[in-house]
């Protein structure tokens, strides 16, 4: 299972919020909405999120083996 536990962690680290990442990155609420409820995402928004928030992947997700 991939968990985006770490997003989180990173977002108030860096002292985003998910205000910022909509009106000024461009996030949709609907990807906000997967992420928090673990859904897939694609490669490419995962490279985009690491891009405007400055960190690697690990910073955004983990995966949990079942």
Known sequence: ???Y???YKTLKEKNI???KLINK???SRS????LK???PISTQ????LCSYLDCKVEDILLYIKE
């Open 1 to 3: 299972m991939i968990s």
């Open 5 to 7: 536990e770490p997003f």
């Open 17 to 19: 919020s998910t205000y």
């Open 25 to 27: 990155y461009g996030v």
């Open 31 to 34: 990807l906000l909405d997967r």
């Open 37 to 39: 409820h673990n859904k």
């Open 45 to 48: 928004t995962l490279d985009d």
